[in-house]
């Protein structure tokens, strides 16, 4: 079971602290997670940590700055990089967003070992091409090896499109191979009979151990994403991708895809579905390194971080659009009490008389609403009982 965050700042601190607890031949990878907003960025770490640590919401821009979060399997260490949304400068003067947002995912990039980028498959609008911000970020760092996850496949009810998005994403190509649609797909691909997704992601051999989970299910996930690879029969270079290399903001202009992809990888965070996979694949390319954390820490954030970011995330739920990006937290009890639960008591200041009305509720059952299930996520992270109040006042 991963470990509980300390509901102590000094405690967490100490955590932080602490010299990790090397074992005898220690293994690290640290990953960068990248994406358009609302990707499901945080949803992914949420489940590859096993507890709620990042804030998760519908509206874009719920995470506002990179957070680690850490994994530790028997002898090995990830550290997972979450990040904002990449996102241009004008759209962050728009949204009046701080300027971390937009050098974060950049700074993430520079410490990673490995790329995971996060594709929406349910938002039509964009799911056939990457975003000109992750290709402007990838083809900054083309030496960091890069995996495709495509993310919500539960939503999409034509799976065959699977085939299509992930030919568009890599440009065909993955791992230096050429993807191939398989004909008993092609067949289907009339109607919107669900394609066989038993273990749904492209596998190039020579990244399997022999023995493993993942290459024992080799044979069943290329049935199961319908995507394979050509040997390149038919002469040296047929299907063969040249290494990736700088590209300058005019060589973007007209792609969609990059075709350097390692690995494709489909699943739906939310509901953990194939996320299992993802983390298998990921202790597997773990290299010999020392780790970076104690074994006791979950994520580098503060016990308070934590408690203010989920609650935002609910106000940015169940608000309007325009006014949570208005709303000041502040934390005015932090305590333990008599029967060891944690207490807290936050006032939410609001600008307007309407936005407190709005964040009340008829009865107040918003604010209540907000509060239960704030408190409820907040249990699942410290592993203790927590009373969680909310004041709402006008600034």
């Not at 002898?75 to 400068?89: R, S, V, Y």
């Not at 911000?133 to 083809?139: A, G, I, P, Q, R």
């Not at 993942?214 to 991708?241: I, W």
Request: charged fraction near 25%.
């Amino acid at each position: 079971h991963p470990p509980p965050v300390a509901t102590d700042k000094e405690e967490q601190k100490r955590r932080l602290e602490n010299r990790p607890d090397q074992p005898r031949n220690p293994r690290v990878l640290r990953i960068a997670i990248i994406g358009a907003p609302n990707a499901g960025k945080s949803t992914l770490c949420n489940r590859l940590l096993g507890r709620k640590v990042f804030p998760v919401s519908r509206k874009v821009h719920t995470t506002r700055c990179k957070a680690r979060g850490v994994i530790t399997h028997q002898d090995t260490q990830l550290i997972i990089l979450d990040t904002p949304g990449l996102i241009n400068p004008l759209k962050a003067k728009r949204h009046n967003l701080e300027e971390a947002m937009l050098t974060d995912p950049w700074d993430s990039m520079k410490l990673a070992d490995l790329v995971l980028v996060l594709v929406d498959v349910s938002d039509h609008w964009t799911r056939n091409s990457l975003s000109k911000e992750v290709l402007k970020c990838l083809s900054q760092f083309p030496h960091i090896p890069s995996v495709l996850v495509l993310n919500k496949v539960d939503i999409l009810k034509k799976k065959f499109l699977l085939l299509e998005i992930a030919t568009d994403l890599t440009e065909g190509i993955v791992n230096g191979k050429k993807l191939e649609v398989k004909s008993a797909l092609k067949r289907d691909s009339s109607s919107s009979a669900k394609a066989p997704l038993h273990n749904p992601r492209a596998s190039p051999p020579e990244s399997k151990v022999p023995g493993s989970p993942c290459g024992q299910e080799k044979n069943q996930a290329q049935e199961g994403s319908g995507l394979d690879k050509s040997s390149g029969v038919g002469g040296a270079g047929t299907g063969e991708a040249q290494g990736p290399k700088h590209h300058g903001p005019e060589d973007l202009k007209d792609v969609k895809g990059w075709p350097h992809f390692q690995e494709i990888f489909m699943l739906a965070a939310l509901h953990g579905e194939e996320v299992d996979t993802l983390k298998s694949y990921l202790l597997m390319q773990a290299k010999p390194g020392p780790w970076e954390f104690h074994s006791d820490v979950l994520t580098n954030q503060s016990p308070q971080e934590i408690c203010g970011n989920i609650i935002r995330e609910k106000v940015l739920e169940y608000l309007p659009l325009e006014v949570p990006y208005g709303v000041t937290q502040v934390t005015e009890i932090w305590e333990e009490g008599e029967c060891g639960e944690l207490l807290i008591v936050q006032s939410l200041l609001v600008p307007r008389e309407s936005h407190k009305r709005m964040l009340i509720g008829r009865e107040g059952k918003v604010i209540s609403r907000i509060a239960r299930e704030a408190g409820q996520d907040l249990m699942n992270a410290f592993l203790c009982d927590v009373r969680l109040k909310l004041k709402v006042e006008v600034k």
